[in-house]
């Protein structure tokens, strides 16, 4: 597959694939790769890369007829620009348009974009649709983020009290988030409501804090044991080692007008490396 390699100034870097403009790997300065890949994932035309930052649009998972999580994740996007910005940051822009085959699972013109940003300690995802075309569009979408985790029971996920959230693993609407901080134990699925404020990923080595805009919503999702073995691209007690915190827009449908534009964005920074009591 086709790469571009970031690197920043300061020495931070991504590795980005055209196929699906798949962010794969985020490396704060001096630090450590941020993002679970799986070993065992498929890298090959039409297939979906278990790992990194999937970008779904323009369907979340099952909830529409197209593909699952709709089919931006396997289209190849076009490399607009990539290289150093002049304070440093190193930067690549990809777009994605309708083609003939997105226009007979989704009859709509469009042109999307994601703008990845990396330096110091941060990872910058922008995504933005236009409606190209003469009639409303709808669409749901998300930053898949796969964050790496050394272990997913000493994991906490702080900033989620009092939301809402979707139960997707018991199918259970309008649950209220009590528990803070979040901690896994088991399969999870779960997507939170008007999040606000910033979720933090803890570990004892350090804390990850996740800013987002424009997108309404946050998924936190885990398999756990028994949905990690199910699923082939996963390999062997990968759940251990990853945690889905997702910046989407889920709960309800982005609408376009022709001519308008949405965007979002999600932030990620390493806040503290040094070792955490949990």
């Known amino acids: 597959m086709d790469k571009v390699i970031l690197q920043a100034r300061d020495g931070a870097s991504a590795e980005i694939v055209t196929h699906g ?9 001096n630090g450590n790769e941020q993002l679970f890949l799986s070993r065992t994932s498929e ?52 777009e994605l348009q309708e ?6 699972l989704w009859p709509h013109v469009f042109r999307a974009e994601l703008v990845v940003t990396v330096a110091e300690q941060s990872l910058q995802l922008d995504f933005s649709v236009v409606n190209n075309g003469d009639t409303e569009l709808s669409f749901h979408c998300a930053l898949h983020t796969y964050f790496q985790v050394d272990d997913i029971q000493k994991t906490r996920v702080h900033g989620l ?8 693993v018991s199918g259970q609407e309008h649950c209220h988030q009590t528990e803070e901080p979040l901690t896994i134990s088991s399969e999870i699925d779960r997507i939170y409501a008007d999040v606000i404020a910033d979720i933090a990923i803890e570990q004892p080595q350090q804390v990850v804090q996740i800013r987002q805009s424009g997108f309404n919503d946050a998924v936190v999702w885990n398999p756990g044991a028994d949905k990690g073995a199910q699923l082939s691209d996963l390999e ?39 070792p955490v009591a949990i």
């Open 161 to 168: 009290a009092g939301l809402e959230y979707r139960d997707t």
């Open 236 to 274: 062997a007690d990968g759940y251990r080692r990853m945690l889905c915190v997702e910046a989407a827009s889920i709960m309800q449908p982005i609408r376009l007008a022709p001519g308008q534009v949405w965007s979002g964005m999600q932030l990620m920074s390493v806040v503290a490396s040094e």
């Open 99 to 104: 083609s003939i085959a997105s226009l007979q």
């Open 43 to 94: 890298f090959r035309d039409g297939a979906a890369i278990r790992g990194g930052v999937p970008v779904v649009f323009p369907q979340f998972s099952n909830l529409g007829p197209l593909p699952k999580h709709g089919f931006a994740r396997t289209a190849i996007w076009r490399l607009v620009r990539s290289g150093q910005l002049e304070q440093g940051a190193a930067q690549a822009v990809f």
């Open 21 to 29: 403009a798949h962010v794969c790997s985020w490396k704060p300065a």
